[in-house]
């Protein structure tokens, strides 16, 4: 991906995060840094320096190995940031819907920067969009990037961040989930539960702290097993994301965008706009591969 030219990924990252809060500024949209660049020291790996010209041992945070910009804007000012990222040049390369089955996030890029990544939501959190962002946004602070202020969330929501990034990914043995939860208090741990309870991700937030099993009568508990497990299933994930969701409407969106071809990726994979005959085919392979999971589905109750 053509996103950046020869700048090291950690001048670059902060770089870009610093560019998207101006953008933000100029137009008027409320904005928090999440994950990559942003996250605090007390979360960030530890380790021991000597300084060469006192011998003194000290503790020197390392900071992440990030290759975008992550940024949670306010539902409502999306439309806003995008018509202002394309008047500086910016591009989308991924809508919302090409991406994870959370629809959560839009990818852009603009030549000499790395890529960002746009969030309007944050996978694990179950709360309407525009009141979890506003429960964020009430706890922001200020930290420097590229020697521009730029606004995070509190510490405690930049935890509950790290460990539900790490759960949806399958890895419980996140170095993440280490910092974030195991290494941290009994008083620190309570915020975090409050706050994800507040966020309605506490089911998320349970599978990635070993209490999964609390939560079974939960609509999303199948969703966060399957994540939180890795569990490779297409079927598996296909009936867990459908039965996580609130009512029959979304259900049935879900479901279809589950299987629809990815219009932004297709175009991506082939260099053009993609053709009625090329979504026909990209169609075609979409109910191909429906067809052979339900079919090693039936022959696994079959065998059973």
Known sequence: METYEH????AGVPLAAATLQVIADDAGVDLLHIKGASVDPILLQQSEVVDPATGEVRTKAVPRSSVDADVLVRPSHVKRFFAALRAHRWKMVYRFEDGSAFEHASTWIRPGLCHADIHRSFPGIGRRAEDAFD???RDRHTITMAGQECLVPHVAAQRLVLILHAVRGGDLGSPDIQRAWAAAS????AEVDALATILGADVALAAATGRLEEHRSARDYLLWKTLSTGNR?????????????????RAVRTAFHLIAPKEGRLERDLGHRPGPLEVARAWGGQFGLVAREL??????VVKR
């Open 186 to 189: 009994e008083a620190q741990r």
């Open 7 to 10: 700048m090291p990924l950690i």
């Open 135 to 137: 429960v964020l946004w």
């Open 295 to 300: 079919g090693g589905l039936v022959r696994g």
């Open 233 to 249: 299933s297409r079927t598996t994930m296909w009936l867990a994301r459908v039965k996580a969701q609130p009512n029959p409407l």
